[in-house]
T-cell receptor, first 112, second 113 residues
Framework: KQEVTQIPAALSVPEGENLVLNCSFTDSAIYNLQWFRQDPGKGLTSLLLIQSSQREQTSGRLNASLDKSSGRSTLYIAASQPGDSATYLCAVRPTRTYKYIFGTGTRLKVLA | EAQVTQNPRYLITVTGKKLTVTCSQNMNHEYMSWYRQDPGLGLRQIYYSMNVEVTDKGDVPEGYKVSRKEKRNFPLILESPSPNQTSLYFC????????????FGEGSWLTVV
């Protein structure tokens, strides 16, 4: 059974730091992996999607990598800003399913 | 603008009183799904649908029903709500290819007393 883990559960950093959020999954048979941002009391916004054949995707200050063989993905945020404060979730879609399995998220606080 | 719209956004109801949470998307997506989000448990899938009249159970379907009579709509029905269904509910939609992003609604806060 696919399980998705995100560590740490919470993280505080000073403004301007580069940081890495981690996501691990137990089964490498996936269609894709997505990173989402969730602000308090709000829905999820997709940040980056990496298909199983890809190694990384970039959008602005965000870069996500995927290593299926080790069951890991990282989300790199460059030059963090207070506006980046939110919960970041990753989700995988296993092959032969239409389910998405979510991690429990990393709550990020960027201090001004 | 691409949107997934849920209603109501906030609801307090009593045990046993049937309720429906509506979900509508304007992107002609085949795939729609319902999740609940609880502290410490993350997002868990309740039901999903691959197209009109095609639905299947997710990980926590007990106590819920769904229907997909039209492509754009996917209502979640609680026939006899109980306090353990107090949660934040999200509807989501996407295309079915591996390169398709999931779009989420803003969420529906449901309290059952």
């Amino acid at each position: 059974k696919q399980e998705v883990t995100q560590i740490p559960a919470a993280l505080s950093v000073p403004e301007g730091e580069n940081l890495v959020l981690n996501c691990s999954f137990t089964d490498s048979a996936i269609y894709n992996l997505q990173w989402f941002r969730q602000d308090p009391g709000k829905g999820l916004t997709s940040l980056l999607l990496i298909q199983s054949s890809q190694r990384e995707q970039t959008s602005g200050r965000l870069n996500a990598s995927l290593d299926k063989s080790s069951g890991r993905s990282t989300l790199y945020i460059a030059a963090s800003q207070p506006g980046d404060s939110a919960t970041y979730l990753c989700a995988v879609r296993p092959t032969r399913t239409y389910k998405y399995i979510f991690g429990t998220g990393t709550r990020l606080k960027v201090l001004a | 603008e691409a949107q997934v719209t849920q209603n109501p956004r906030y609801l307090i109801t009593v045990t046993g009183k049937k309720l429906t949470v509506t979900c509508s998307q304007n992107m002609n997506h085949e795939y729609m799904s319902w999740y609940r989000q609880d502290p410490g448990l993350g997002l868990r899938q309740i039901y999903y649908s691959m197209n009109v009249e095609v639905t299947d159970k997710g990980d926590v379907p007990e106590g819920y029903k769904v229907s997909r009579k039209e492509k754009r709509n996917f209502p979640l029905i609680l026939e006899s709500p109980s306090p353990n269904q107090t949660s934040l509910y999200f509807c989501a939609s996407s295309g079915t290819d591996s390169g398709n992003t999931i779009y989420f609604g803003e969420g529906s806060w449901l309290t059952v007393v």
